[in-house]
C-alpha cells in the first residue's frame, strides 16, 4: 500500500482527501482480512489510500501510543522548533519498533506528497488535516468539542512531523521507497 502511495501519492490531486469506493474499499478490506491475494494496483489510488487509513485506526492504541497521547498533544505547545523535534525525538523511542518503522514509511510517503503539492494540492496542513485522526486519538472518548479540539493539536502535530521529517526521522527518509 506504502509502496503505491509512494509511487501515485504525488501525482495524484487530493490524494488522502478523496475517499475511495465504500463498496470497494469494504470487499477489499475483506479479502485483506481474510489473507487472499489482492493486486491494489488495479484499484484506485483513492481505494488504497482509504485502506490505508483504515489499516491506521484500526492499530490497538494508534500507530503513536495513546499512552503518550497527552505528552504528544503538548510537543506543539514547546517553544521553539529544537525543542519540538527533541521533544517528539524522545517519543519516538518510547514506541514500539515496528511503529517506529512503519512512522518513517508513513512521513517518507507524506513528504513525497507535499514536495508536489503544487500539483496535488495536498501540502502538509491538508495532508495533516485527512491522515492526523488515523495516527493519534484519545484513550478515552469525550465531548465533541474536546475531541475538536484534540483533533487540531493534532494535525498541527502531524503537520509539524511532516514539515520537519527529514530533521526528525533522518535526511533518507526521502529515499526508503529507493527508485521505484
Excluded at 474499499?25 to 488495479?42: F, N, P
Excluded at 490505508?52 to 484500526?58: G, V
Excluded at 512503519?102 to 513525497?112: E, M
Excluded at 495532508?127 to 488515523?134: D, F, K, M, N, Y
Amino acid at each position: 500500500m506504502l509502496s503505491l502511495l509512494y509511487q501515485e501519492g504525488p501525482s495524484t490531486e487530493g490524494i488522502f482527501r478523496r475517499s475511495g469506493s465504500a463498496k470497494t474499499c469494504k470487499e477489499l478490506k475483506e479479502k485483506l482480512d481474510s489473507g487472499a491475494e489482492v493486486d491494489l494496483a488495479c484499484e484506485s489510488i483513492f481505494v488504497t489510500a482509504s485502506l490505508f487509513k483504515d489499516f491506521l485506526r484500526n492499530i490497538p492504541g494508534s500507530i503513536l501510543s495513546s499512552q503518550l497521547c497527552d505528552k504528544w498533544v503538548s510537543v506543539m505547545d514547546l517553544g521553539n522548533n529544537e525543542e519540538k523535534i527533541k521533544s517528539i525525538q524522545r517519543l519516538i523511542e518510547q514506541l514500539p519498533r515496528a511503529n517506529v518503522v512503519l512512522l518513517r514509511y508513513i512521513f517518507g510517503v507524506l513528504h513525497s506528497i507535499e514536495m508536489r503539492s503544487e500539483e496535488n494540492h495536498m501540502n502538509a496542513f491538508n495532508l495533516a488535516i485527512c491522515i492526523a485522526p488515523s495516527l493519534l486519538w484519545p484513550p478515552v472518548a469525550s465531548t465533541p468539542d474536546i475531541e475538536s479540539e484534540f483533533t487540531k493539536k493534532i494535525s498541527s502535530l502531524v503537520q509539524f512531523l511532516t514539515e520537519n521529517c527529514c530533521r526528525i526521522f533522518g535526511e533518507e527518509i526521502s529515499s526508503l521507497f529507493g527508485e521505484i
